[in-house]
Structure formats: C-alpha cells, structure tokens
C-alpha cells in the first residue's frame, strides 16, 4: 500500500510511514489520536495479505498478541492495542525512539569502531536479558509458567533508544503453552538461523534456554565484529549444533578471559551446561562490568546513540550534545582497538600508498585495563594533550616537515588528509611534507563537509579550525554512509556540461526512493519465484500510446536480493525474480513529455503456475526522479554519437551496504529522441540501463540523467565513475 503525503487511515490510526516489511507483516509508523485530541505515535504490525487467509498464521498472530500484551517491562516493548480493521489483523506497539542494535553495530563500523567498547556491549546485553528473565517467569491467572519464548533474539529485535533504552521487540514467533500444537509446529523452523540454539537447529523442543544462546551470539557480534559462524543454512546449522567457531578472545584479545568463559558457557552446545536461566546469565555479566569499570556511567549509552546517529536527530531538529569528557572517552576506545581489526580504510586513490611511519610517543598514562572506563580522570584534559595523539605521518623520507594543529567545532570529526583517513578525529597535531600543497578535509555526521589546503615552511605549526555547519536535512540523511567510505569533501555535483572527463556517481547522493513514489506496486513472496513479462496497452485516442515509454522494475527485498538484480527494463521477454517482498514498476516522465498510454504485466509464481496482471498506466504511475536526486549531463548534440561508459572506483558503488556486493549498473534518462543504440524495441525509449563493461551508445538527445532506484538511502556507499564520449557526427538516421 502506497501511503499518501499526509499519511492513510488505518481505523483508529493514521499510518505515516512504513518502517520495513517481513517475511509475515508489514511494520509501519503511525499515531493515535485519543480523547481531547491527545496524540502518541506507535508501532503498527500487521499480517501481509499472503498469509491472512491460512488460519494457522492469523492463529499464530493472534497468540503473540495475547502473549505480548500480558508483558509489561521496561525492557520489552509494549502491545498498546490488538484488533482489525477490514479484515486485516494487526498489533499497535509501542513506539521506541531509536535505532535496532544491527542498525547500531553497522553505523558503529562506519565511525572506525570495528566492536562495541565492552563496557557498552555488556550494558546492552544485561537490560536485554531482564527483559528476557521478565517474559521467561510469566504466569497465567491460575498461577502456571506461561513457558514463553522469544525464538528471535537477534540484533534486529534489539531496538536501542536514543535516551539509552534497551527494548525487545517482537515476541511474534513466541512459544506459550496457551499456543495450539498446529501453532507450534507451524512456528518451529521459524526466526533467523545465524542466531538459531543447536537444540532448534535440530528441530528438538525448546525452553528458555535457546534464548539465552541466541542473546550469548548476539554479545559475540557484539564483542567480535562478526557472527561466530557465517555460510549457508545447512552450513551453519551444522556448525551450530558442532560448537566450531573461533573462540571470542581469538578476534578480540582485548575480551578479557574471564568474559570469554561468561560467554562461552552461554553458548555451550548442551544446553545443561548453560546459565540456567537468562538472570543468571544477566548477573554473571553485571558482576564483571562492575568489578572491571566500576563507575562506568548509566548515560554513556545515550551518549553513544547521540554520537552515532546525529544526523538523524539534527534533521528532526535536536541538535546532539556531547560533553567532552564523552568525546575524550571516544579516542581513548578508537586507539584501544585490537591491533589485527582494520583501523584505516583503504585509500581514496590507489596510488597512494598507506603511510607507515610510527605515531610519535604518548604521554604516560595510569596503568589501565584495556577497554577500561575506570580512569575518568582523563575526561576534560586540556586539548594540548588530544593533540599530541597523532594519526599518522604522511612525510617523505628526507624528514622535512611542517604540522597543522587541528580543531574543530563540533569536536571529535573524521580527518582526511590528501585523500587518506587519519585514524584519529578533531582536535589532532598532524605532521605534513613541507615540499608541497596538502589538502585536509573535515566531516562529521549532520554537518556540512569543510576542506581547506595548506602549505606552510620546515618547522612551521599552523593552527587551523574548522567551523562545521548544520547540513539540510537530505543531505544529512545521504551522508550517513557515504562520507564512511568516501573522502568527506564537498558534495560531488548534480549536473555537468558536456565535455567532461569523467564524473562520479554515488549512489548516496544521485540515488531516490522508489517505494514512497507512485509506482504501481504488488506484493511478492520472497521465498518464491516469479516470472514477469510486459505487453503494450491499448492506446489512449491519437497519442502514441506507451510506444515511446520504457517500463522499468525495482524489486524491494533484503540481503538476499543483489543489487544488481533490484532493478531494470521491463518488456516482452520473461524475466525470472525471486528474494523479493515487493515488486515496483514504472516509466520515467521527461519535462514536457506527458506519458501517454499504458503496460499490462503479467506476474506468474513458476511452481504453482498462479499469476495476477498488473495495470501500469504511464501518467498515473510515472515518476521522475529530481535533479537533487541524480546526475544530470547538459550540452549534448541530439545529431552527435555517444558512448556512455562505466568502471568501478576504488569504493565500488554499493545500495546494500558496504558489505553488499557493487551494484555495478546505472538508471540513465534521457529527453526522448531515437534512444539507445542497444537493440530491440523495449529499450528505445526515454530510459535505459548502463552496466559495467558494458558500454552504451546514445543518440538523438540534449542531456543525460543518471540515477540509482533504491528504497533505502542510509545504506549506500561507494561510487561508479562515468565516462561520456563521442563516437561519431550526425546519425545516419538523421535523428
């Protein structure tokens, strides 16, 4: 369902946005308006129309919410309502104010920090398994266990507010004894398999102690910066049930031996030999946190959000507020990583090599343990002592040097310096070649980038501030991944004129939203296979029809879906899709060509051979993506050949975050002509697809727009570089 700009119905409830779609249900974020017009957002979870009708699932549902609605907990997020409304069964839950622990541990890698700090890692753990404990001890009226079980417990059921809340969420596949046998069997093979006990790899019963298990794996991602196991379902299931993964202190020495035992013994094999309960496994933690770090502070985690995800609370106008001595507290975890986990990113140009030069000696410290919050007493040194943490060298072998003392407001942002990432962040002393120009950029979360170079004689010491501001909120939201892994300087541009070199493309800035535009949409089920297939509408009066309209796909879907399969043209060729939850489809609208006319698409599941035909009506269901959302290039001869090509840069383009595979194509529009010279009729019209290695020739048009299809910008990273040349003069068709 395509939710309107001022939000949509839903009975009592205004639907706003939607959150993100399961396997089983659809997660939006809505508000209710009570009595005197009192409003609170909340959680709206309801069934996907695929299963709304197996009275099993609807059962199942049913259940959680009965499950879910008898628990009350400060760390379980809470049923505010349960109904339906035209057939549609659905839960309203509370609404928590922050970000899922994977969402969490993805941003914490992109700001240099491979692990959580310990002292962070086990807070999480210890409020998740109260509200584990909580669920676990539940009593019907009569007094008797109610048994429930997670089965889920995993990162993304880990929501971390940004006042410092940890909440669980969704018990949906929860096991009670209230749940019918048929409810059970349906739900048994269900929750994700990374995290699964080696009991329910098995498919033998379960007790409380798989979710101690599953909340022990989750504190090794945490701890590790990496799952204990990674491969196939069957792969891993087998690994699980084996106990074969590295042991934690094997990819993080600074996991003391103590903790490692803690953890191993939640993740024992036989489940006699775990915590017998998630409280005991709770204290055991608590107990080594406060013998370890015993002032470790309560708002440190709230901190750590701020820190995080300022850019989302800058652009819901909340400015982040971090008090220096949190910051300093941040440089000591940065230089307190474990020395085999990557700490520099690779260089923005490969000709530069990484610098190797030892940093210059630190002051003495206290003795300490490493990953240890206890020496507070570094909180609010003077900035002199912050500076003499240097990041590294980047000087010629002959010694001459100059150096640029380096703050910034706000403080604590990431440093580049010719295009290389310096390990620390402001303020810092950085020591520069005296024999040429060096440019220094600045970037933080939330704010524009700053740049500046600098040059300056042997022995001199610049002292140079940089002065960061807000940025709007869309360019907020397409830094968050993109200045991770590209040099943070200015944003590239949106547009260009014809001769060009070259130019980039990332697909955190030239990228836009398919799912809340007006694209036909259906719903797909992403364990099955389909086959798509486009045929022309009949023609709307005189008007060409859709004869000049290219229909394009966009496949919604998760880690499963590559990239390179989530988008492209669609025509009179079957087309085989499969690991999608949704399915988009539209034509692209150039300025001053009002499309006319229309597609039918036939959607066939290939096992069953049950099909439905989607109507795309070319006006209704055209979208264009702005100019802030795509690279246009002007100054092209309609009478002049081009050649489009496409090669990777050294942070390859990616929509799937930065572990995904490179999306390695592009959406190309163009302002109608004789199209592109690539063959057929499908792909004569105002849109295209260019692949890597795969050049494309052009005719017949005056500018070229470039665009990624995406449904979610946050996790892009990376570019593509573009090369646009001529190939011939007029076309020979006299276009």
């Known amino acids: 369902m395509l939710l309107p700009a001022g939000g ?11 959150i993100a779609v399961g396997g089983m249900s659809e997660i939006y974020r809505a508000r209710m308006t009570a009595a005197a017009g009192v409003t609170k957002q909340v959680v709206i979870k309801k069934i996907l129309p695929s299963f709304a009708d197996n009275p099993a699932f609807v059962s199942m549902f049913v259940n959680e919410a009965r499950i879910a609605a008898g628990l009350s907990h400060g760390n379980i997020s809470h049923v505010v309502d349960f109904g339906e409304v035209d057939g549609e069964y659905y839960l309203a839950l509370e609404w928590v104010h922050g970000q899922p622990l994977s969402k969490v541990l993805r941003r914490a890698k992109d700001k240099d920090l491979a692990v959580l700090p310990v002292p962070l890692a086990l807070r999480v753990a210890t409020e998740m398994l109260r509200g584990l404990e909580y669920a676990h001890n539940q009593l019907d009226e009569s007094g008797r266990p109610l048994n429930i079980i997670h089965r889920d417990v995993s990162p993304q059921n880990v929501v971390l507010g940004y006042e410092g809340q940890v909440k ?3 018990f949906g596949i929860a096991r009670a004894r209230l749940a019918s046998s048929a409810d059970a069997e349906a739900s048994a093979g269900q929750g994700k398999y990374l995290y699964f006990s080696p009991e329910q790899a098995m498919g033998r019963e379960l007790d409380a102690r798989a979710d101690i298990f599953a909340a022990g794996v989750v504190l090794y991602q945490m701890l590790c910066g990496r799952l204990p196991w990674e491969g196939e379902r069957m792969e891993v299931l087998q690994i699980i ?8 202190r094997s990819l993080n020495p600074d996991v003391a031996p103590e903790l490692e035992r803690i953890l191993l013994t939640a993740m024992a094999v036989e489940r006699e030999r775990r915590y017998p309960s998630a409280q005991a496994f709770g204290e055991a933690l608590e107990t080594y946190l406060h013998t370890c770090v015993p002032d470790f502070p309560a708002s440190a985690l709230a901190h750590f959000m701020g820190y995080l995800f300022e850019s989302e609370l800058v652009a819901e106008g909340r400015p982040v507020r971090l008090p220096p001595d949190f910051l300093a507290q941040l440089q000591q975890w940065s230089r307190e990583l474990p020395d085999e986990l990557p700490r520099l990113r690779t260089p923005s140009r490969s000709s530069l090599p990484v610098p190797t030069l030892p940093p210059p000696p630190e002051p003495p410290e206290p003795p300490r343990r490493r990953w240890s919050i206890a020496p507070w007493v570094l909180f609010g040194a003077p900035v002199a002592a912050a500076l003499l943490a240097v990041a590294f060298f980047l000087t010629r072998e002959d010694g001459k040097t100059f150096s640029v003392e380096l703050t910034s407001t706000p403080q604590g942002a990431s440093v580049w310096v010719d295009g290389l990432l310096l390990m620390e ?3 810092t002393l950085i020591p520069l070649s005296a024999d040429r120009e060096h440019l220094i950029e600045v970037h933080a979360i939330g704010m524009e980038s700053w ?19 807000p940025a709007s909120p869309r360019l907020a939201r397409q830094s968050m991944t993109g200045a991770s892994v590209l040099p943070p300087g200015a944003q590239v541009p949106n547009e260009g004129t014809f001769p060009l070199p070259s130019f980039e493309l990332r697909p955190s800035q030239h990228a836009f939203l398919v799912p809340p535009s007006s694209a036909a949409r259906l719903r797909l089920d992403p364990s099955r296979t389909y086959s798509l297939r486009a045929e022309r509408g009949p023609k709307k009066g005189s008007a060409a029809g859709a004869s000049a309209d290219t229909l394009i796909y966009y496949l919604e879907g998760g880690a499963s879906l590559p990239a390179r399969k989530s988008f492209g043209l669609l025509g009179g060729q079957e087309l085989q899709v499969s690991n999608a939850f949704a399915l988009y489809l539209f034509v692209p609208e150039s300025p001053g060509q009002a499309p006319s006319g229309s597609f039918q698409v036939a959607v066939r599941e290939t096992a069953s051979g049950t099909g439905a035909t989607v109507m795309v009506d070319t006006h209704q269901h055209a979208v264009t993506p702005r100019p802030g959302e795509s690279y246009t290039l002007r100054g092209l001869d309609p009478a002049t050949t081009y050649e489009v090509r496409l090669r990777d840069t050294a942070r390859p383009a990616r929509t799937r975050g930065i572990q995904g595979e490179a999306v390695g194509k592009v959406l190309v529009l163009q302002d109608g002509g004789c199209g592109a010279e690539v063959g057929g009729p499908w792909t004569s019209g105002r849109a295209h697809v260019v692949e890597r290695g795969h050049p494309t020739r052009f005719t017949g048009m005056s500018w070229l727009r470039f665009t990624f299809p995406d449904e ?5 990273a990376g570019a593509l570089s573009v090369e646009v040349v001529t190939i011939t003069g007029p076309h020979p068709q006299g276009c």
């Open 8 to 18: 949509q119905e839903f009975g009592k409830y205004l639907l706003l946005d939607r």
């Open 451 to 469: 740049s500046q170079r600098v040059r300056a004689d042997e022995g001199a010491t610049l002292a140079v501030r940089a002065n960061l501001r």
């Open 425 to 427: 962040h402001t303020p």
């Open 712 to 716: 979610d910008l946050e996790d892009n």
């Open 168 to 170: 669980l969420v969704d």
């Open 241 to 248: 049930t084996q106990g074969n993964f590295p042991p934690p």
